[in-house]
Each structure stands twice: as C-alpha cells, then as structure tokens.
T-cell receptor, first 117, second 116 residues
Framework: AQKITQTQPGMFVQEKEAVTLDCTYD???????LFWYKQPSSGEMIFLIY??????QNATEGRYSLNFQKARKSANLVISASQLGDSAMYFC??????????????FGKGTHLIIQP | GAGVSQSPSNKVTEKGKDVELRCDPI?????LYWYRQSLGQGLEFLIY????????KSGLPSDRFSAERTGGSVSTLTIQRTQQEDSAVYLC??????????????FGPGTRLTVT
C-alpha cells in the first residue's frame, strides 16, 4: 500500500522568504510519481509540480521546485520568494506505476501555509 | 479552454435519500476520477474510469456508492440511502492520459454534500 506523510499541519512564513514543505512517502512500487497540489480557501485543487521516480533531475516550475531524495523517500516542495497569494493548503500526492493497481492518487493530510506580510 | 465542471456546487439532503452528483471532464481527457474530501479522512480516492474499460471501484466505501460514465465523457456519482458520514466535498478530476502515468489530474470545483 502507498502512504504519504506530511508532518507539518501548519506553517507561518514571512513574505519573500523561501519555504520548504515536507513530504515523505512509502511504496513498494519501483515506478511511481509524486505530485504537489495547492488548495486555496476557495477550494479548487491546483496542480503545481510533478516528479517521476526515474527522473534524474529535480523538477522545477517557476518559483516551485521539488527536492527529491529517492533513498530517503522524500519529496519536499520548495517555494522561493513566498507571496501572500501562496497562503493555502498544500497536498503531496503519489500515483503508482501503470498496471500497479493503485489508479487513484494517494494524498497526504496537507500543510496549511500562511504567508505573513 | 473549459475546465472540469461539477454540479450541483452544493447539495443538502435528508438522511436516507439518494443523491446524484455530476462531473463533466475536460474535453479529450480519457481518464476520470472521483475523490472525497472530508475533515476526518482527508482526500480519498473513490473510483477511476479510463476510456471504455471497466472502472476501478476499489475506493468506494460501501455498496451504497456507484458511478457511471456515459459515452466516455460525463460521469455521475450516485449515493443511495445517504448517511451523515457521507457529508463531504466530492471532487472530480480528469487527465489526458491513464492512471500510472505522468499526466496531472485537473480537478473540478467540487460538490459540497451535507446530509442532515
């Protein structure tokens, strides 16, 4: 079974600082993918970044980067130069490999990030 | 282009009644997923449709829950004899490619179901 652990239920960060949101995972599937989603108070789930288990380089998307440490089963999200609009819930999620039997995403409990001016 | 749409946005129903929730995925997306988000359980996968293949129903919590996808497009999630523990936000997502691939899932705005 797949499991995602996010150990930070809430975080307060000063505007313009960088922030790291922790995510560890557990799976026996050699092929898997890791996603980060943002959920503002309005409720929509917004895709941020994706990392495949065989990707050699850490994924980056604008101000978002994923610190992927495969041996430690860690996939932390780093947001550089945080902005007030970054305040939201952030979810780490995992998908299995093709035919792996785990068709849906497995989500962590989320981290509530609040950016302070 | 249009994103994933869901209706209704809010539904209040009495315990024991049946409800139907609708999802209209992004045009051309072959994969469709239903999830449930509640305070106690977080985000849970319910069911997955890929093209015309038999759906993966492994996440459905009980036989009161069922879903269908007509013509490979619109999907309806039906909850029979609703219980108070069914109160949650039901999220639909679609993706361009099948499960187990790198294609991200695009989520709809959700249907907030309240069972009184």
């Amino acid at each position: 079974a797949q499991k995602i652990t996010q150990t930070q239920p809430g975080m307060f960060v000063q505007e313009k600082e960088a922030v790291t949101l922790d995510c560890t995972y557990d799976t026996s599937d050699p092929s898997y993918g890791l996603f980060w989603y943002k959920q503002p108070s309005s409720g929509e789930m917004i895709f941020l970044i994706y990392q495949g288990s065989y990707d050699q380089q850490n994924a980056t998307e604008g101000r978002y980067s994923l610190n992927f440490q495969k041996a430690r089963k860690s996939a932390n999200l780093v947001i550089s130069a945080s902005q007030l609009g970054d305040s939201a819930m952030y979810f780490c999620a995992m998908r299995g490999g093709p035919g792996g039997g785990a068709d849906g995403l497995t989500f962590g409990k989320g981290t509530h990030l609040i950016i302070q001016p | 282009g249009a994103g994933v749409s869901q209706s209704p946005s809010n539904k209040v129903t009495e315990k024991g009644k049946d409800v139907e929730l609708r999802c209209d995925p992004i045009s051309g997306h072959t994969a469709l997923y239903w999830y449930r988000q509640s305070l106690g359980q977080g985000l849970e996968f319910l069911i997955y449709f890929q093209g015309n293949s038999a759906p993966d129903k492994s996440g459905l919590p009980s036989d009161r829950f069922s879903a269908e996808r007509t013509g490979g497009s619109v999907s309806t999630l039906t909850i029979q004899r609703t219980q108070q523990e069914d109160s949650a936000v039901y999220l639909c997502a679609s993706s361009l490619g099948p499960a187990g691939t790198a294609y991200e899932q695009y989520f709809g705005p959700g249907t907030r179901l309240t069972v009184t």
